[in-house]
Nanobody, 124 residues
Framework: QVQLVEAGGGLVQAGGSLRLSCAASGRTFSRYTMGWFRQAPGKEREFVAAISTSGTVTYYLDSVKGRFTISRDNAKNALYLQMNSLKPEDTAVYYC?????????????????WGQGTQVTVSS
């Protein structure tokens, strides 16, 4: 029912900024909790941020608090991740995901739909 497509990844230097977007198809986007995850080579997929259906409640990985901001525009069926003060440790493939249960969660297994991912590389 839902297809997700990420965009906005690229190569940036440490301290720089990048804005990721996720375009969603379907009629019920506004009913889903949305999240961002990332995965670096040789590491497990890691939760980054999640946002409630209305966009009023958010949750972040401790290491990105104060640097990353998750947001959504339900009128456009779009999800965003603004990343500031980027560090080399942020280098990974970033994925957007949708949870049809509409409950804020950081467990990857709770999310039902996934995008293909977009590469973010941060150099020193």
């Amino acid at each position: 029912q839902v297809q997700l497509v990420e965009a906005g990844g690229g190569l940036v230097q440490a301290g720089g900024s990048l804005r990721l977007s996720c375009a969603a198809s379907g009629r019920t986007f506004s009913r889903y909790t949305m999240g961002w995850f990332r995965q670096a080579p040789g590491k497990e997929r890691e939760f980054v941020a999640a946002i409630s259906t209305s966009g009023t409640v958010t949750y972040y990985l401790d290491s990105v608090k104060g640097r990353f901001t998750i947001s959504r525009d339900n009128a456009k069926n779009a999800l965003y991740l603004q990343m500031n003060s980027l560090k080399p440790e942020d280098t990974a493939v970033y994925y957007c995901a949708a949870d049809t249960t509409a409950i804020l969660t950081r467990r990857a297994a709770d999310y039902d739909y996934w995008g293909q991912g977009t590469q973010v590389t941060v150099s020193s």
